[in-house]
């Protein structure tokens, strides 16, 4: 079946150390992105990447890295330079003509301890 | 800047009712999406809109898109239980090519028995 896998679902981080959340898709979307969402809010776009080796920084890319080496993957790195991190992460990938519909990973819940 | 705002951000209402959640927007755009986010669950796309006048509905739920005022409508129909869930719109900007959609905050619906 195709679709969005995040992993992992759950992470426990100490201040002060780097995570990575892991994001792959089979659907053979060129375009993927990273959304953040805080208890009782809405989403708000980190980093989006449209083809391999290319990516642009959302609304709130400060303390996130990524890459795009692969058009089926694209991690996402929180820094320790993010100040807040504990969030739930989601992941999308979309084609990059017709609708422009978003389709959603599983999500990834970061606590920092 | 784009700005979505949707209203009422809590919403209870008892099984047979009807209602409608409205989504705002603050810049030029034709392309409106809403989504239904289960508790602690990632996003399950519903309706994609891309014209003006356009209507879609699917089982209890009817989406609008009026793009002279910059409004969506999601209307719910005899509300039942399964429908409780937190609604968001998205609206992608028409400044970048591909998506790059801004979420409203989210419309958390309760139907109560």
């Known amino acids: 079946d195709g679709g969005i896998t995040q992993s992992p679902k759950y992470l426990f981080r100490k201040e002060g150390q780097n995570v990575t959340l892991s994001c792959e898709q089979n659907l053979n979307h060129d375009a993927m992105y990273w959304y953040r969402q805080d208890p009782g809010q809405g989403l708000r776009l980190i980093y989006y990447?449209?083809?391999?080796?290319?990516?642009q920084k959302g609304d709130i890319a400060e303390g996130y890295s990524v890459s795009r080496e692969k058009k089926e993957s694209f991690p996402l790195t929180v820094t320790s330079a993010q100040k807040n991190p504990t969030a739930f992460y989601l992941c999308?990938?979309?084609?990059?003509?017709?609708?422009?519909?978003?389709?959603f990973g599983e999500g990834s819940r970061l606590t920092v301890l | 800047e784009l700005k979505v705002e949707q209203n009422p951000l809590f919403l209870s209402m008892q099984e047979g009712k009807n209602y409608t959640i409205y989504c705002n927007y603050s810049t030029t755009s034709d392309r409106l999406y809403w989504y239904r986010q289960d508790p602690g669950k990632s996003l399950e796309s519903l309706f994609v809109?891309?014209?003006?006048?356009a209507v879609k509905q699917e089982g209890r739920l009817m989406a609008s898109l009026d793009t002279k005022a910059r409004l969506s409508t999601l209307h719910i129909t005899a509300a039942v239980h399964d429908l409780s869930a937190t609604y968001f719109c998205?609206?992608?900007?028409?400044?970048?090519?591909?998506?790059?959609?801004?979420f409203g905050e989210g419309t958390q619906l309760t139907v109560n028995p």
């Open positions: 809109l891309l014209s003006n006048g």
């Open positions: 990447s449209q083809i391999v080796n290319d990516f």
């Open positions: 999308a990938s979309s084609t990059t003509v017709n609708t422009g519909e978003l389709f």
């Open positions: 998205a609206v992608d900007s028409e400044e970048t090519s591909g998506s790059r959609l801004t």
